[in-house]
């Protein structure tokens, strides 16, 4: 693997963005902060679920499943372990669990892959119910001396490794074997390309970062218990983001990450009675406006300014 | 249900009277709240928590507001859903904090959206009078956050106490020994069962029945049917609001044969009394209140004659009473909110419910554990320090 100039060039570019985005915390250590950790929350888990989801248009809504069996592994274990290992045990757990979860469905249409990842959450909030109950476990405290500017590092670290992984398997053969996937799977097999492996190893990587994201925010919930945890409504959050920013470019879904947790900021400060009903209106208006999300709308203006450079 | 077009007058008019006090007094006092409004907790939230905001709200604006530093002033109440979700209570305390200017900050709703909210009231210095927040881990959370306080009791008070109510009975002769318990396998069911079961053993109980459901289960007639078919003398079950509803439906329909018949979350809910009626009668739940007492038969008037709804037989009035508390110490110390909280730690306070001062914990160690209904009403009949609890009745039947 050789690096061009261009390639260079944007490496550079991209790791200072990232070193600017850890100086926030010195700026503000409240309010800007608090959106901070969100918006870098946000950016791992819609960056890395478009990741698998953007090449092979499989729908994943198992996002709130990794997530929770994330802070599960952080309230679980922070008495006895440190909390770097919690953040890599659940990575571990995360992409063994999207590996079963794989190998049961990827071979399957993706309208069947859709729904066991929808009824996942479920299924993993159920089996660790099942578990405290049969031990008598009580509810789990995360009590720690992890700040609000520690959370947000670890989540911006997250977030350039899930980049940097981004660009590497777009680069690789895996990346490659993936875009025919997305194109056309009779193709893709008839070519040579195992494809049920190649989607199973790729969707390891949403899970194992969602597990991580989840991992790491436990501490800044203090108090874990399933219906938190598990609440599904995070896992279409993700969707609609990554689908907003335009989930077929590795830099897309930040567009909508961005914006997006803007509006919600807005709408619950000056909505407070309506806050579902406004996100809810504010969702169809996008589909219907942006249906490529910006990066589509990006690519539009591009080609429309080329065509009057043509003439 | 149109608690809502209610719900936005009562903030309209809140936000009215707020504005019309701009133009009289210098300065407002800013108190932010954050709970439910949508979300699984909304149907508690909007039971328990915010019509006892809005009550208090509108009674010391109408009073002419609070007495701070010897000027008048009137309280402006900012208020965020956080639809159930603790990122989205973080998000409201934060903004409360550094955008809104909030003075103060009420409490939130819930365990999990409570201590979620901890560590901000604690690094911003609000003192969070907690309520809907009942634990076991009080030492250590207060000492984690010394911001905190709690007043709604501990898991094995509520436990403990009906274990005790039982035996009371058992040793008068009313009831024989064996029970059955069951209990809705989430976090707070879990909890109380697990309290519950070695208390019981050890007060001489013999649990002839034990099994869990998942939250959220709609068919609860096996439960029923598998406690009936043990021959219990006494039924608890350690449940949630919906649970509490279906059971207490399931034990109509099969005609449970007990002399005790308990269910935890939401018995005191005046929708409970509604729906049930008169087979409410002398079913025990989680909580209560002296029913009795001039301060609270004055807050219930109050509260449905400006909410047009009726407070629960429990937290309602706890909700209340610590928002009296954040009163007296504001009126006593003023604006500064280290003061406040260290006013909290030192004093005691006369509330609706009684006196109340924090012990060495933060805690509250007055308050009720176990009610009953009794002709309509549900009426404490065990408590930790209080007075005023009556006397158990024996459940007679399902008529």
């Not at chain 1, 619950?268 to 406006?289: D, K, M």
């Not at chain 2, 049930?276 to 029913?291: C, D, I, P």
């Not at chain 2, 508390?325 to 009126?331: F, G, K, P, V």
Request: net charge negative; aromatic share 10%; with cysteine.
């Amino acid at each position: 693997m050789s690096l061009t100039g261009p390639d260079i060039r944007n490496l550079c570019l991209a790791a200072l963005a990232f070193a600017i985005c850890a100086l926030l915390p010195f700026g503000d250590d409240g309010y800007w902060l608090g959106l901070g950790v969100t918006i870098a929350m946000f950016t791992a888990l819609a960056t890395s679920w478009a990741l698998f989801s953007g090449p092979t248009h499989y729908i994943s809504l198992a996002t709130a499943a990794f997530f929770g069996l994330g802070t599960y592994v952080t309230g679980l274990g922070i008495d006895t372990l440190p909390f770097w290992s919690l953040v890599g045990i659940a990575g571990v757990t995360g992409a063994v669990l999207a590996a079963l979860v794989g190998l049961a469905t990827l071979r399957l249409s993706g309208v069947y892959f859709v729904i066991f990842t929808l009824g996942l959450a479920e299924l993993v909030r159920q089996v660790i119910t099942w578990v405290q109950n049969n031990s008598g476990q009580k509810g789990l405290y995360v009590l720690t001396d992890l700040d609000e500017a520690g959370i947000y590092w670890w989540l911006l670290g997250l977030a350039a490794v899930v980049f940097l992984a981004g660009w590497l398997i777009g680069r690789s053969r895996l990346g490659f074997a993936l875009r025919i996937i997305g194109d056309d799977e009779t193709v893709a097999a008839h070519s040579g390309i195992n494809t049920a492996r190649a989607k199973v190893l790729l969707f390891m990587v949403p899970g194992a970062v969602a597990a991580m994201t989840g991992a790491i925010l436990a501490p800044r919930y203090v108090y874990i218990e399933p219906s938190l945890a598990f609440a599904p409504i995070l896992s279409f959050q993700v969707v609609i983001m990554a689908l907003l920013g335009g989930a077929s470019r590795l830099w897309g879904p930040v567009l909508g990450v961005i914006p997006f947790t803007f509006l919600l900021e807005a709408v619950s400060s000056n909505f407070p009675n309506q806050t579902t009903l406004v996100i809810g209106v504010a969702f169809l208006v996008i589909v219907y406006l942006l249906p490529g999300g910006f990066v589509g709308l990006l690519d539009r203006i591009k080609r429309r300014i080329t065509a009057r450079g043509a003439l | 249900m149109n608690r809502r077009p209610f719900l936005k007058l009562v903030s309209a008019l809140t936000i009215a009277s707020a504005l019309a006090a701009t133009a009289t007094t210098a300065e407002t006092i800013r108190i932010g709240a954050v709970a439910p409004k949508t979300g699984p907790l909304a149907g508690g939230a909007t039971v328990t928590q915010w019509p006892s905001i809005y009550l208090w709200v509108d009674q010391v604006n109408a009073a002419g507001g609070l007495t701070v530093d010897g000027e008048q002033m009137m309280i402006e109440l900012i208020e965020y859903d956080d639809q159930t979700n603790p990122g989205e209570t973080i998000k409201a305390v934060q903004r409360l904090a550094t955008q809104d200017d909030a003075h103060f900050i009420i409490a939130p709703y819930g365990t999990g959206l409570n201590l979620a909210a901890a560590p901000l009231f604690d690094r911003y210095g609000y003192p969070q009078i907690a309520v809907s927040a009942i634990t076991d881990q009080q030492p250590e959370l207060s000492a984690q956050f010394p911001n905190m306080f709690f007043t709604l009791g501990t898991t094995t008070a509520l436990a403990a106490d009906v274990v005790k109510v039982l035996s009371d009975m058992r040793d008068a002769g009313q009831l024989g020994d064996n029970v059955a318990m069951v209990n809705v396998a989430d976090a707070f069911g879990i909890e109380l069962a697990t309290a519950a079961r070695p208390l019981f053993e050890e007060a001489g109980f013999n649990i002839v029945y034990e099994t869990s459901y998942p939250l959220g289960t709609q068919d609860l007639s096996p439960v029923i049917k598998g406690a009936a078919a043990a021959e219990p003398d006494a039924f608890v079950a350690w449940s949630y609001p919906p649970d509490t509803f279906g059971l207490t439906e399931q034990a109509m329909i099969e005609n449970l044969d007990v002399k005790a018949f308990y269910t935890a979350v939401a018995t005191p809910f005046p929708g409970y009394g509604a729906r049930f009626g008169a087979a409410a009668e002398g079913v025990l739940g989680a909580g209560g209140v002296n029913t009795e007492s001039p301060a609270f038969m004055e807050y219930a008037a109050a509260h449905e004659a400006v909410t047009g709804e009726k407070p629960d037989y429990w937290a309602s009035a706890t909700t209340y009473a610590s928002l009296e508390i954040l009163a007296q110490a504001i009126e006593a110390v003023g604006l500064d909110r280290a003061a406040v909280t260290q006013h909290l730690r030192e004093s005691t306070y006369e509330t609706i419910l009684g006196p109340i001062s924090f012990d060495e914990n933060n805690s509250n160690p007055d308050f009720w554990t176990v009610g009953q209904w009794q002709g309509g009403v549900f009426k404490g009949v065990a408590s930790r320090g209080r007075d005023g609890a009556v006397p158990v009745i024996l459940k007679d039947g399902w008529e």
